[in-house]
């Protein structure tokens, strides 16, 4: 069955790269593109970016200056860089694939000194 | 970027009770493949989201069919017809036929 698992820090300090690794099982990346979505604590959803299954990426265009998605196809990953964290980063960071059908139980990640 | 105004941000509701929520967007949603992108999701409280409606209208696999989607262009409604306990979160509209993809801002669904 289809999988997604994040991972990465709890904790990030300001100024600091938040780097996280999303582990997808049942699907192939080269077939199914995959987004990252973040929620603020108590907000609402905010979409992030995606890795399509061709390799293109697309980015939210308020966080595009900060932020890098690629993937390591033979270990079934992709992964999200983003620099220049602020405590108002602080949320949960879900990976989801095949166009919103399949969501990782996310990861939340802290920014605080 | 699009811009997805949904409403009304908070629906109360008694167990039974048809409601409907809207999302508005602010550019034709309409795919120049002929689709519309426009997806319904439930969030219940600890919970990641779930798919509920894609392509305007079309059911994800498992989903009650008192679920039902329905619009065009900039103009789309979901509507449950006879609210259950388990119905209870928020909902988000969001749209994947333009690049960078946007969410509304959700409508909470409130037991009266």
């Known amino acids: 069955q289809v999988q997604l698992t994040e991972s990465g820090p709890g904790l990030v300090h300001p100024s600091e790269t938040l780097s996280l690794t999303c582990t997808v099982s049942?699907?192939?990346?080269?077939?199914?593109?995959v987004y990252w979505v973040r929620q603020p604590s108590g907000k609402g959803l905010e979409w992030m970016g995606r890795?399509?299954?061709?390799?293109?990426?697309s980015y939210n265009s308020a966080l595009k200056s900060r932020l890098s998605i690629s993937r390591d196809t033979s270990k079934n990953q992709v992964f999200l860089k983003m620099n220049s964290l602020q405590t108002d980063d602080t949320g949960t960071y879900y990976c989801l694939g095949a166009s919103f059908a399949y969501w990782g139980q996310g990861t939340l990640v802290t920014v605080s000194s | 970027d699009v811009v997805l105004t949904q409403t009304p941000p908070t629906l109360s509701a008694t167990i039974g009770q048809s409601v409907s929520i809207s999302c508005r967007s602010s550019q034709s949603l309409l795919h120049s493949n002929g689709n519309t992108y426009l997806n319904w999701l439930l969030q219940r409280p600890g919970q990641p989201p779930q798919l509920l409606i894609y392509l305007v209208s079309r059911l994800e696999s498992g989903v009650p069919n008192r679920f039902s989607g329905s619009g065009s262009g900039t103009d789309f409604t979901l509507k449950i017809s006879g609210v259950e306990a388990e119905d209870l979160g928020v909902y988000y509209c969001v749209q994947s036929t333009h690049a960078p993809y946007t969410f509304g801002a959700g409508t909470k669904l409130e037991l009266k």
């Open positions: 049942g699907f192939s990346l080269t077939g199914y593109s």
């Open positions: 890795m399509r299954y061709n390799g293109d990426t």
